[in-house]
């Protein structure tokens, strides 16, 4: 478009050249197509064909051929003007007014004309995503339904969506919903313009069902998206109820194993110490594994809740929670200081359960053959080892944080580093990869509950090997900061 604009430029140089004559008249008679000329240079300059090169070649050609119609259409009315009325003269001035005029007008209609091509080619593409989409979307007016796709509409038993268009909102939901809606979901929209919860839908053969509904205000209407989770309410409920039958059952089932244990050890000294005390010890490592279970629930039932904490201070207080449940093991803690000025980076308090779980798992594992012992339970619930009883030499365990650039990114990452035997390839494959198979599996729950906390925050988690022997886990999470200022200096213990 610029080219366009600098070519009219240079017939109006060109024809002041020609013709001449006053200043006055030259600039009377060239001011519209260099008014147009300079208009349509500095649109070409601020359109950028290499980001949108459909809209420069569609105002080009449209101003190019509006141009030269009228133009055209100019030039033949002077001929015919000229012929009845026996006029002679210049057609050069009023051809260049006309033929500028028809670029201006050309080069507008050529923007209308690609501004509604590239909205009705968006549009074009959001409704194709829509129909496309797997959870079910509807636009209400006024209560009732102008669109839905095709998902929205199997929610209700229906094959096209067009058969709900025109139909009440509300009237696919129970009577109890119903009373929901008016009482909650119409004041929430009226606040913040959105609304999400669990509705029960109604299905045309008369079938119900829960539905995760999320509803967001229009200009005249919302948008109600809904998906039927009735296979995930149900396997929460088995869930649940197995889990409460099975530490039920198997908390009194162990009572009763532990009871003829002991009496067996009571009346047999020799069996006491070759076969009860191992059985003492696998009740205890399955007691411990149900009450980390317990943990594991309310750990992640935590989520969304979870409060920012400084970086530093859950280093401390992994630190001071280890050196009070291993008096045994060297415990040390690195907190890498980005400086004065620097704002103070957070977490979720949430991390501080990895990095608990971490630290318990590298100094229960650090010998490669233990004695069994008796679980001791830390004030949170969670069991371990009582590390004295072990056999071997003293752990040692590193914890540390840092902030690090990755991909021009800054990077918050924690590190739990050990001199143990390492965590198996098996293992690490397992909670890499999300799930197990029959070669790749986890022996316990500890790394799957370090994973989820991770994946939940938004971190990523990594192993590396230790050249000297042992393991350093990685959590690394987007670095956010607190402009608070808490201090960051570091910390240690024995």
């Not at 009740?283 to 935590?302: F, H, M, N, P, Y």
Request: with cysteine; proline share 3%; glycine share 10%.
């Amino acid at each position: 478009m610029s080219l366009v604009g600098l070519g009219l430029l240079g017939i109006v140089v060109a024809y002041a050249l020609a013709f001449g004559g006053p200043p006055l008249l030259l600039a009377l008679e060239m001011v519209v197509p260099t008014a147009i000329g300079v208009a349509l240079v500095g649109y070409g300059l601020r359109t950028d064909a290499a980001d949108d090169p459909d809209r420069a070649v569609i105002v080009t050609i449209g101003s190019c051929i509006c141009g030269a119609l009228v133009a055209l259409f100019c030039l033949c009315s002077i001929a015919l003007l000229s012929v009845r009325m026996g006029f002679s003269g210049g057609f050069a001035q009023p051809v260049i007014n006309a033929s500028s005029t028809g670029l201006a007008f050309g080069a507008a209609i050529g923007h209308v004309y690609a501004e509604f091509s590239q909205q009705y080619r968006e549009n074009e593409r959001l409704s194709r995503a829509v129909d496309a989409s797997m959870d079910g979307i509807a636009v209400v007016v006024d209560d009732r339904h102008v669109y839905a796709n095709e998902a929205y509409a199997a929610l209700y038993g229906l094959g096209d969506g067009a058969d709900l268009e025109g139909q009440q909102w509300c009237t696919l939901y129970t009577n109890d919903s119903q009373r929901r809606i008016e009482r909650e979901v119409v004041p929430a929209l009226s606040d913040r313009n959105y609304w999400r919860g669990t509705l029960t839908g109604t299905r045309t053969d008369g079938t119900t069902y829960p539905q995760d509904v999320t509803v967001s205000s229009l200009e005249d209407g919302y948008v109600v998206v809904a998906r039927d989770v009735t296979n995930q309410r149900d396997r929460e409920q088995r869930i649940q109820v197995l889990n409460r039958v099975l530490r039920h059952n198997l908390r009194n089932a162990f009572t009763v194993i532990r009871g003829h244990a002991n009496m067996i050890g009571e009346r047999d000294p020799e069996l006491e110490a070759r076969h009860v005390q191992p059985i003492r010890a696998e009740i205890d490592d399955l007691l411990a594994t149900a009450d980390k279970a317990r943990g594991v629930e309310r750990t992640l039932d935590q989520h969304g809740n979870a409060e920012r904490i400084a970086a530093a201070e859950a280093v401390r207080r992994v630190t001071d929670r280890a050196l009070s449940v291993y008096p045994n093991a060297d415990i040390v803690s690195r907190v890498e200081d980005g400086g004065a000025e620097s704002a103070t980076p957070t977490v979720d308090d949430t991390v501080i359960d990895a990095l608990n779980e971490l630290v318990d798992n590298a100094v229960e594992h650090n010998t490669a053959t233990r004695s069994r012992e008796p679980v001791a339970t830390d004030g949170d619930g969670n069991g371990h080892a009582d590390v004295s009883a072990r056999s071997g030499g003293r752990p040692s365990i590193e914890i540390a944080v840092s902030t690090v650039e990755s991909d021009s990114r800054t990077r918050l990452e924690f590190t739990i580093t050990d001199d143990g035997p390492g965590i198996p390839e098996t293992e690490r494959r397992a909670v890499l990869a999300g799930h197990e198979t029959a070669l790749d599996h986890g022996s316990g729950l500890g790394l799957w509950l370090v994973n989820w906390i991770v994946r939940t925050t938004g971190g990523e988690l990594s192993f590396s090997d230790v050249p000297e022997g042992g393991t350093t886990v990685r959590l690394s999470f987007p670095a956010v900061a607190d402009a608070a200022g808490i201090d960051t200096d570091a910390v240690s213990g024995r």
